[in-house]
């Protein structure tokens, strides 16, 4: 007879690739003080973790701009900073015993939260009054506020636009730039023989596949030409570009 053993359960919560509470792992995670990178499954509570660090940063004495909290899409950023005003409200009217729960939750010790619970219920009306909130903001958001306050004179050495709109869905302009494309491989004869040459071997949808991912990956193209690496191969199957 055979012995058959199930693996052993993964922990919920470890540091470091070593076990831990679940007291100990928020403990490191919400502490504002500590760098740290958390891996986490989707729906795991990272939004809560992330708002409670900004939580923990206020009650440290961080003003509110200077806290940046950047994610992919407006979507997250309006999540965490509907999470961050929710709970700071919630919080002016709780009883203190309730905020001590709140703060021990999010890492601080049963003293420390004794001591910060009043400062906590008192957060929100000092928001209010500070007048600059916390930043939080898509990366698309944050560059183009980098490129708002950059000199001219550096725009204008990088090639880029003085004045610009922020796109968060670039598909209709996407859209607009296929008519001029295939326009300039029609007048030329030899972009055109190019052209018909990969259509011919790969089909006209992996070789439009192909340049849409081509367009995508602009920057990297761009780069790639400064360094010398010219020209650009079609994979069949893939329907990828690369240099």
């Not at 831990?20 to 795991?44: K, L, T, W």
């Not at 900004?54 to 407006?74: S, V, Y």
């Not at 015993?97 to 008192?122: D, F, H, M, V, Y």
């Not at 903001?137 to 550096?154: E, N, Q, V």
Request: charged share 20%; hydrophobic share 45%; proline share 5%.
């Amino acid at each position: 007879m055979t012995e058959s053993h199930s693996p052993p359960a993964q922990a919920a919560y470890e540091h470091n690739g070593r076990p831990v509470s679940r007291e100990a792992f928020y403990a490191i995670a919400c502490d504002p003080a500590r760098s740290v990178a958390v891996e986490a499954c989707a729906g795991a509570g990272k939004t809560w973790m992330l708002v409670s660090r900004m939580l923990r940063a206020l009650l440290d004495g961080c003003a509110p701009h200077e806290i940046l909290a950047i994610t992919f899409t407006k979507k997250a950023a309006g999540e965490m900073r509907q999470r961050l005003q929710e709970w700071l409200e919630q919080f002016s009217h709780k009883p203190l015993e309730e905020l001590t729960a709140e703060l021990i939750a999010r890492g601080i010790s049963p003293q420390g939260a004794l001591e910060k619970r009043e400062a906590l219920q008192n957060l929100y009306r000092q928001l209010l009054t500070a007048g600059r909130p916390v930043q939080i903001r898509t990366f698309h958001s944050w560059f183009a506020a980098l490129l708002g306050t950059a000199p001219l004179a550096l725009l204008q050495q990088q090639g880029l636009p003085a004045h610009f709109e922020l796109l968060e869905d670039d598909a209709e302009a996407v859209r607009e730039v296929w008519p001029p494309f295939l326009q300039t491989v029609a007048d030329s004869a030899s972009l055109r023989a190019d052209y018909e040459a990969v259509v011919a071997r790969h089909g006209r949808s992996q070789t439009h596949k192909a340049l849409a991912a081509a367009l995508a990956k602009r920057v990297e193209f761009d780069l790639a030409d400064e360094a010398g690496h010219h020209g650009f191969v079609v994979g069949a199957q893939a329907g990828a570009v690369g240099h």
